[in-house]
């Protein structure tokens, strides 16, 4: 295993994973533990690169670091899980959430940024610690970390002093690429976003960015506190982060749920792409067809998915809309439809939408029947 961890809590209990801010170690959440352990199964990790984890070359990639965590959860046959990062572990929470979404329950992200600003300064910040480490940004850090009325930096100091220099450059150099604010209307678990109100370092203003990109989510800015809002004030994080983790088993709003039934129906190969083409343009009518078409419409119960799937390639081929007649029959197909169904389909569409109509999308789906294999 590449990342050092910590298992605490009931076996038997829902599984929950903290993932750290740049420059900190698992140490980070032990405020937590006392009021979190009696509920879940948490899962504390190194980053790569810090503390006690492997610490390969850099540059690292937020992707890299996730995939890191995933093979971690693999290894310790965790398959669902909810997450609370903060900072760069919220850039971890914010990848998971688009691209392993089938994993989540829950989403917390706490002091983090979807875009941490111009590269420049974590290139001359990735210099300087490769050059002469930790130590030369360690006062300016904990001015960043905790407002001046906070006494307790002395263990993080320490922290950050003892981050490997390749480990905290390579995680520089992942968050000089990060820039995630096109792909926030892709996440789809329920979200909180916390920040604290003095936080210099992803101020309130990012963090309710995230929380208006992402549909559905919940945003809480907690007073008295910078950066690592989950120390300096961790009673009223707990409390936040307890409320939002009670409902990890509840029912999912119609985002979450349109969400999933999409993905059930369409494959996840589709909805990756189509999130993956989302841009600040098309976000909020990419949410329009989560919402509506697949959590209210298709997630209801009085036809089965094979019904819906006959009436939509239907309704396709009577509008002329080749372009989605492809979709729709391997999502048939997902559905439960035999190549004959379809056939079947397209006749009877053939006498009341017409014949050319029906010309084209038998062509379309014979073309998708062999690509599938079930031609």
């Known amino acids: 295993m590449t990342l050092y961890h910590r298992l605490d809590g009931p076996e038997d209990a829902p599984p929950l994973v903290f993932s750290n801010s740049i420059g900190t170690t698992l140490e980070l959440w032990d405020l937590q533990m006392p009021a ?9 990790y190194d980053q790569l690169g810090h503390g006690r984890s492997d ?60 875009y941490f600003g111009p590269p420049e300064r974590w290139i001359e910040r990735a210099e300087l610690v490769r050059a002469e480490g930790t130590e030369p940004i360690a006062d300016a850090t ?21 981050t490997p220099r390749e480990g905290y450059a390579a995680c520089c150099d992942a968050l000089r690429d990060w820039d995630f604010r096109a792909a926030l209307g892709g996440i789809y678990a329920p979200t ?8 210099p370092a992803t101020p309130p203003a990012a963090a309710e960015a995230i929380a208006d990109g992402i549909p559905g989510a919940g945003f809480t800015i907690l007073g008295g506190a910078a950066h690592l809002l989950n120390v300096e004030q961790p009673d009223a994080f707990n409390e936040e982060l307890l409320a939002h983790l009670a409902g990890a088993e ?33 976000a909020d009518f990419q949410a329009l067809i989560t919402k509506y078409a697949w959590g209210e419409i298709w997630a209801r119960p009085g036809l089965d998915r094979k019904t819906r799937s006959c009436m939509t390639l239907t309704a396709l081929v009577a509008l002329g809309r080749d372009h989605e007649i ?19 389909v397209l006749l009877q569409a053939a006498v009341y939408c017409g ?18 294999g079930e031609a």
């Open 36 to 44: 979190i352990t009696p509920s879940f199964r948490v899962l504390r």
């Open 55 to 114: 610490v390969p070359p850099g540059p690292y990639t937020v992707e890299r670091l996730a995939r890191e965590l995933l093979a971690l959860l693999d290894e310790l046959e965790i398959e669902r899980f909810s997450f609370c990062g903060l900072s760069l572990g919220g850039t971890v929470g914010m990848w998971l959430g688009a691209y392993a979404s089938e994993r989540l329950d829950r989403l917390v992200l706490a002091g983090t940024s979807a």
């Open 142 to 162: 904990m001015g960043r970390w905790f407002t001046g009325a906070f006494a307790g930096t002395a263990p993080f100091r320490e922290m950050l002093v003892g």
């Open 192 to 199: 909180l976003v916390l920040v604290g109100g003095e936080d």
């Open 250 to 282: 509840g029912v999912r709003d119609v985002y979450h749920r349109g969400m999933e039934v999409r993905r059930e129906v369409l494959g996840d190969e589709h909805v990756d792409r189509a999130i993956e083409g989302t841009t600040p343009f098309t």
């Open 326 to 344: 492809a979709m729709h029959v391997r999502a048939a197909l997902r559905n439960g439809l035999t190549p004959d169904e379809i056939k079947e």
């Open 355 to 372: 014949v050319p109509a029906a010309n084209s999308a038998f062509a379309i789906a014979k073309q998708v029947l062999e690509e599938e």
